[in-house]
């Protein structure tokens, strides 16, 4: 089974949402607070439940800004305080991976420039394109990216779909990743929901899970 292998390149391919990223072009201070606080909003065993098996993560690559300047709204003065990645969870049954990740940012205000990245109707094209033209995305044959429904989550929370295509050890692959991203005051939470071939992971598990991550999002001190 090539589990690993595929959500590499599924990662690379569908790129990341702007809510959650390692969006740096220039980094703030972090904060120990800001640490902290973003180390409590990843996703955990408990939030995900039995059956999965939990390894150290991958940090995603840096694409933001250019899906930022292929949407038409470069995100000019951006500045990120922390960025936290958490473990992955693979179910051993079937193989799908939940990852997640959280940024903190400086202002609020920076924050609202993302949202209105996300909203852009081109949004989840503009993923795809640039995702196509990273150098990591050589195996990658074929590229969609559709927005997809979510429940609300923190402020604003938005989700976008992709299937990918590629080879793998000369082998064909077909992969989906279900990539959502909530916002909240200062804080940006990515979460990954990965599976292999066309079928998307669970809407109803991976909202029973962000529910969880919304909980302690709603308590925490983002502002």
Do not use: W
């Not at 940090?59 to 949407?71: G, K, L, M, R, T």
């Not at 202002?107 to 852009?120: F, P, S, Y």
């Not at 992709?162 to 692959?173: D, L, M």
């Not at 989906?176 to 939470?189: H, N, P, S």
């Amino acid at each position: 089974m090539r589990t690993l292998r595929d959500r590499r390149l599924v990662a690379i391919a569908a790129g990341v949402l702007s809510t959650a990223t390692v969006l740096t072009m220039t980094t703030g201070t972090a904060s120990a607070s800001d640490a902290s606080q973003a180390k409590a909003l990843l996703i955990t065993a408990a939030d995900v439940g039995a059956g999965y098996k939990k390894s150290t993560s991958s940090p995603s690559p840096d694409v933001f800004p250019q899906i930022a300047q292929c949407v038409g709204k470069p995100v000019t003065g951006r500045k990120v305080t922390v960025t936290v990645n958490g473990p992955d969870f693979t179910d051993q049954q079937t193989g799908a991976v939940v990852s997640s990740e959280v940024d903190f940012l400086r202002t609020a205000a920076m924050v609202k420039q993302d949202e209105a990245v996300a909203k852009d109707s081109s949004f989840p094209d503009c993923i795809a394109s640039v995702a196509k033209q990273q150098p990591g995305a050589s195996d990658i044959t074929s590229i969609t990216a559709q927005r997809v429904p979510v429940k609300k989550f923190g402020d604003y929370s938005t989700a976008v779909l992709a299937g990918v295509t590629g080879t793998s050890n000369g082998q064909t692959f077909t992969a989906t990743v279900v990539q959502v991203g909530i916002l909240k005051g200062r804080a940006e939470v990515q979460a990954n929901f990965t599976t292999n071939g066309t079928q998307a992971f669970s809407q109803a598990t991976a909202e029973k899970i962000l529910a969880k991550v919304n909980s302690r999002l709603q308590k925490a001190n983002v502002s």
